[in-house]
């Protein structure tokens, strides 16, 4: 994702990578949120009797199902965990997968290969997915729990879900999942910054467009779409595993095995079209926001350098 941005404009920083990767992803966060939680609701389904007698069907029928029987604010449960997990998680990933890259090329004269990206991808999404558990498995498990007839919710806000699952089940709980989360992170990182980086490259160098918005828009789009195609199968698992109660699943392989025989294959592909709306929708908000921020960071920088 190196920029090839205007001759007055500096390279950007690591921090201020870091800085605009963390801010782009908690903006795209609040946005697509709505879209996330239907997503979590969709790959949940048939996972278990649905004790409130309500089917979704359909992106925008689970949303207003949701918003109508749980209420709007519903859409948004589990936002403040998001919000973490953006900071914590999407930052880092995001941030130093620059940084990362340039070190697994330095000494070479060329630009950084296929392998590198790939690399950088797995390094970063890796260390990532590790600090960030905790806040998923929280963000999962408000946006799963339902309070509909008589059905008390386990959690009733973000920090009472993290003292309850470290006080009653355990601390390692908090990084349940982690196995399907890293191999989603891995998917997800390596294909969404790698396909942008490349069709990025692609359209620039190539002239077919300026290295600005509708360029940053269309890269987002196609690295969305590739990313949710790969990565769906381990997310619907990493959403399963980690809702699931102690004791339903053994291991992460024995929640895979249950979905195949009682559900078939297509289990594996529950949620597709929310969770490629949200994903599509948060990688043009997010990357055309870091995009600019980069630069308008690094403006103001010079800008600040100049006067002193």
């Not at 749980?70 to 914590?88: C, W």
């Not at 490349?198 to 940053?216: S, Y």
């Not at 025989?261 to 597709?272: D, N, S, V």
């Amino acid at each position: 994702m190196v920029s090839q941005t205007a001759t007055d404009v500096p390279p950007p920083t690591m921090g201020v990578k870091i800085v605009s990767a963390g801010v782009a992803a908690c903006l795209a966060d609040v946005i697509t949120f709505p879209l996330d939680t239907a997503k979590v609701r969709l790959q949940i389904q048939g996972e278990a009797p649905n004790s409130s007698g309500i089917k979704y069907k359909g992106v925008l029928g689970t949303v207003t199902t949701l918003a109508r029987t749980e209420g709007p604010a519903k859409l948004y449960s589990g936002l403040p965990a998001g919000i973490q997990r953006q900071i914590s998680s999407a930052s880092l990933r995001i941030g130093l997968y620059d940084s990362v890259q340039e070190y697994f090329s330095e000494g070479k004269e060329t630009t950084p290969s296929l392998g590198n990206k790939m690399c950088a991808g797995l390094m970063t999404g890796g260390v990532a997915v590790f600090i960030g558990q905790p806040t998923e498995v929280v963000k999962v498990r408000l946006q799963a729990q339902s309070h509909l007839h008589g059905i008390k919710p386990r959690y009733t806000g973000t920090y009472n879900a993290y003292r309850i699952i470290a006080t009653t089940e355990s601390f390692s709980t908090l990084w349940r999942g982690t196995t399907p989360n890293l191999l989603r992170n891995v998917i997800i990182n390596c294909t969404e910054l790698v396909t942008y980086d490349l069709m990025k490259g692609a359209l620039v160098n190539n002239q077919i467009l300026a290295d600005d918005v509708p360029c940053h828009l269309l890269s987002a789009l196609v690295a969305g779409f590739c990313t949710t195609f790969l990565a769906s199968p381990a997310d619907v698992v990493k959403t399963r595993y980690i809702n699931s109660p102690a004791g339903q699943y053994h291991s992460v392989p024995s929640c895979a095995m249950a979905m195949l025989q009682k559900e078939g294959p297509t289990a594996f592909f529950k949620g597709f079209v929310p969770s490629f709306l949200r994903l599509a929708s948060w990688n043009v908000i997010m990357f055309v926001c870091f995009e600019q921020l980069k630069r308008e960071l690094m403006k103001s920088r010079q800008t600040v350098d100049c006067t002193t």
